[in-house]
């Protein structure tokens, strides 16, 4: 069983930065595909970002795009989630995934699906607030 525990939220003002944590149990950070997601109040959760383990590749949702940067530590067996910029529509609860659906359409947008099977974390909270 594959196990995730994100960790680095926090309440900032708006314009501020975090960065969230998810560590991954042994031999999972540089196996699986891991996404970012991300739930509002009174809101669907709604995929962030994901890096592929193959090689590597990121997508962002355009909300995030230019702000948030996912990037990957093989050997701490942890993926990070860089986000500057952030504006008060950025709060909610954010989970960390295996196994996400990350593609690019033919028009250039980055989207970034959770799947049934994929595993996930507990979710740290992140308040975006002055």
């Known amino acids: 069983q594959v196990q995730l525990v994100e960790s680095g939220g926090g309440v900032v003002q708006p314009g501020g930065s975090l960065r969230l944590s998810c560590a991954a149990s042994?031999?999972?950070?540089?196996?699986?595909?891991i996404g970012w997601f991300r739930q509002a109040p009174g809101k669907e959760r709604e995929g962030v970002s994901c890096i592929s383990s193959s090689d590597g590749s990121t997508y962002y949702a355009d909300s995030v795009k230019g702000r948030f940067t996912i990037s990957r530590d093989n050997g701490k067996n942890t993926v990070y989630l860089q986000m500057d910029s952030l504006k008060p529509e950025d709060t909610g609860v954010y989970y960390c995934a295996t196994d996400p659906l990350c593609f690019t359409t033919a028009q250039g947008m980055d989207v970034i699906r959770e799947r049934s099977w994929g595993s996930w974390g507990q979710g740290t909270q992140v308040t975006v607030s002055s």
């Open positions: 042994a031999l999972t950070a540089d196996y699986y595909d």
